[in-house]
């Protein structure tokens, strides 16, 4: 799964600058629209067990939706990189009191614990960070696969927990170029509005 494309390269490299040009008052208040969006989603409102993930490199922070699911009692989960398998993830129960680590990506993820790991097929929903996405719901993520290898199952098949995409409104581009291995999204939340493409 090694990208080819140079365009997709570059169409990264703009997005994420755009993306990190904003300001700490402007990825606040997105991160208070964007929970806004989780309090009025149907989806969302009825799952019982969502994974999200933390934010990096500028994308929208969703740590404020997070606090409002707990306090909805739902159970969140986040993506840990598989200690065996390259280029897969282990999905962890995340709560206030996780001890937490930096992967190899300097992203914070929950220390490994196999107690706290599901099988990704026990979610309900999977929340995907993404770099930039068009209106045809076409995802352009950091290039790893990570998130095309765990929703293989319900691109084929729609089987698994359903993803929704989240991001900045500034991170939409006219048209994200495809590889036949890219899962596009049925959903897209950002703090402007909630995209579907089903």
């Given amino acids: 799964m090694q990208e080819s494309q140079p365009e997709r390269q570059s169409l990264r490299q703009l997005v994420r600058t755009r993306r990190k040009s904003l300001t700490h008052a402007e990825q606040q208040q997105a991160a208070q629209e964007l929970l806004a969006r989780f309090k009025e989603h149907p989806e969302i409102l009825a799952a019982k067990r969502i994974a999200l993930y933390l934010a990096n490199d500028g994308e929208i922070n969703p740590l404020p939706a997070i606090h409002w699911l707990w306090a909805q009692q739902k159970e969140v989960y986040l993506p ?13 129960r995340y709560t206030a009191t996780s001890p937490m680590v930096r992967n190899r990506y ?12 599901v099988p990704h097929s026990t979610l309900d929903l999977i929340c995907t960070p993404l770099v930039a996405f068009d209106a045809e719901g076409n995802r352009l993520g ?11 199952c319900w691109h ?17 581009v006219e048209a994200v170029p495809q590889e036949e291995w890219d899962v596009p999204l049925p959903q897209i939340i950002t703090p402007g509005r909630c995209w579907r493409f089903e």
Avoid: S
């Fill in 156 to 172: 084929e098949h729609r089987m698994g927990p359903k993803p929704l995409g989240i991001a900045h409104d500034c991170q939409q």
């Fill in 106 to 117: 300097g992203i914070e993820e929950p220390e490994l614990d196999v107690l706290q790991v």
């Fill in 80 to 92: 840990v990189l598989h200690p065996f398998t390259p280029g897969h993830l282990l999905f962890l």
């Fill in 142 to 152: 950091m290039g790893g696969g990570y998130y095309d290898r765990t929703l293989a």
